[in-house]
């Protein structure tokens, strides 16, 4: 990204609002000839739900991959906190990270750790002097946020598809992070567990005012967590608005995503 | 006629072309992805912070998880090489010379290099299984996700407690060895226990010694290296993970080998 990275449009910037978290500026991305990533403008505000919608491989996991610096964009800017990340010093880019909690589609969870270390480890590598006492109050609130109190010395394989992935949420909550990219968080869960999941998320933003980007393809996930969607077309942002107005599109392909 | 057979002609040495091509084009990237890795284990190494913690917990499942294999290993490698040995010594009349040879192949040669073979297919697959498992899972990129930096923690501990770890094995290989070789003299005859290691430690010199145990310190970190490597870099999905544990096993041993010849030759340089 560095070498054609462009500057964002100052007349634009908002890297001087407080209330942008996260900018995007011609976003692009190729995986050898496959352009996943075509133009992505894209800005996300302090304490917003974003839901972003589109078919599968049409690039949405690669996008918040992006955000978090696992994937370097090919070009165009990406501002964290109104910081360019193509910019960041290995060192600044764990310190941007660090503001940024990820739940995967798989959850990620340490399968050689217990639940208890598997929240121990977030902890003791970005607090290292934090007390036993601490860790073990921030561990205890972070499972009864997500309803996991009695699955604590239990093993990631002794847990159900629903608990892993509040488990995971649990991981990422811990460090209270500015920023949530959840990535299709209910996928494999029965309706009742996705609506459990889909409520703890809204909690999360209305107890720590997150910004959140959900990818899903869980239009009651969906309804229930936007504040805005965007829905993603051969790479670009093809559309933009409230659940409610997209829902209601003149443009039957967008609406087919509602139906 | 004639066209075809131009055709054909061209095609198959373009086939020949590119097949080489694409043989000598995979080994060179392979090599030079490998050194790229290398660099970078030496760069985070020296780098705070240092993830001791870690360190201990991969010594103690490398190394001491390691023991009774490697222990029952060196034992039967001492007793049977000391039993297929002496009926060859019998024909020169040069049985009281056992203990002497039994000790200086099992300590200059056979002991650490046994070792090396066993540590690369137990460790070196089990890191290469575990790291390209956790790659497939996406555990490494949430460890990156949560600001760690999961070469540090996955490859620079483990790495480093394989290349402290072997040579301790080797020793032990090598005691428990002798030790096999004891009872196989004493299976044929009798011949007390301060008697027969007088000989063997007699037979022993320190230039024996030396470069064996430093050899190992090699054969770990190639082990180690090689095994976070094929796990670090596998390709992603279940095919990646069985491939990457394979692979570890097989360039590992192969560089057991290697390395080997090449301390062996640098060893004569001095003694000879």
Known sequence: MTENAIPINIEHDSRQDSS?????????????????????????NKGENLVILGKSGTGKS???????????????????FGKDISQLSEEELIETRKKIGF???????????????NLQFPLRRQQRSISKEKMNSLIKEALENVGLSKAIDKTPAELSGGMRKRLGLARTLILKPEIMLYDEPTTGLDPITSKEISKLILEVQKKYNTSSVIIT????????????????KDGMCEAEGSFDELKNSTDAWIRSFFE | MEPKIKIRSITREKIEEDFLASIFGKFFIEVTSLAFFTMRFFKEVLKPPYEFNELLKQSFLIGYKSFPLVGITGFIIGLVFTIQTRPTLDKFGAVSMLPAMVAVSLIREIGPVITGLIFAGKVGSGIGAELSSMKVTEQ??????????????LVVTR??????????????????????????????????????????FQSLTFSDLLPAIVKTFFFGFAIGLIGCYKGYCANTGTEGVGKAANSAVVFASLLVFLIDMIAVQITSLYQY
């Open chain 1, 62 to 80: 690669v996008l918040i991959k992006c955000i978090v610096g696992l994937v370097d964009c090919d070009y165009g800017s990406l501002a964290i």
């Open chain 1, 103 to 117: 739940l995967f589609q798989s959850a990620a969870l340490y399968d050689s750790m217990s639940v208890r270390e």
């Open chain 2, 140 to 153: 490494i990129d949430a460890m990156q996700v949560s600001g760690t930096n999961p070469f540090k923690f």
């Open chain 1, 217 to 232: 393809h869980d239009m009651e996930c969906a309804r229930l967590t936007a504040d805005r969607v965007i829905v993603i």
């Open chain 1, 20 to 44: 942008v978290v996260v900018e995007m500026v011609h976003l692009r991305k190729s995986f050898e000839n496959n352009d996943v990533l075509r133009d992505i403008n894209l800005v996300i």
């Open chain 2, 159 to 200: 790495v480093l407690a394989a290349t402290m770890m072997l040579p301790l094995l080797a020793v032990l290989a090598d005691a428990v060895g002798l030790l096999g070789s004891f009872i196989g003299v004493n299976l044929r005859g009798s011949v007390s226990a301060s008697f027969f290691f007088l000989q063997v």
